[in-house]
Nanobody, 124 residues
Framework: VQLQASGGGLVQAGGSLRLSCAASGRTFRWYAMGWFRQPRGKEREFVAGISWSGITVYKESVKGRFTISRDNSQNTVYLQMNSLKPEDTAVYYC???????????????????WGQGTQVTVSS
């Protein structure tokens, strides 16, 4: 399985970015996907996830600002990030749970494949 994340960049506070994660090597539609982030010097943390059936889960601090979605025809998961804050600055990673019909779990250890990460920097 290969995951290719893209879409990061530098944005001012209040701005928006859309991250994409293209998957290959699996029948994408059957697997839960997650977005995690890792601020410099801190541990990796869950941001948002979407189950194989489309159920979404969010970190409390991003609810109402971030939206995760998936396009199974394109084997791609997206993270739309609006109203960005400086504390959202981190390297963002997408991940796949290698279990068919899987639900979203919040721990990095629950995910089997990871993208390479994309830097998001929000300036104040």
């Amino acid at each position: 399985v290969q995951l290719q994340a893209s879409g990061g960049g530098l944005v001012q506070a209040g701005g928006s970015l859309r991250l994409s994660c293209a998957a290959s090597g699996r029948t994408f539609r059957w697997y839960a996907m997650g977005w995690f982030r890792q601020p410099r010097g801190k541990e990796r943390e869950f941001v948002a996830g979407i189950s194989w059936s489309g159920i979404t889960v969010y970190k409390e601090s991003v609810k109402g600002r971030f939206t995760i979605s998936r396009d199974n025809s394109q084997n791609t998961v997206y993270l739309q990030m609006n109203s960005l804050k400086p504390e959202d600055t981190a390297v963002y990673y997408c991940a796949l749970r290698d279990l068919r019909h899987s639900s979203v779990l919040l721990t990095p250890e629950s995910y089997d494949f990871w993208g390479q990460g994309t830097q998001v920097t929000v300036s104040s």
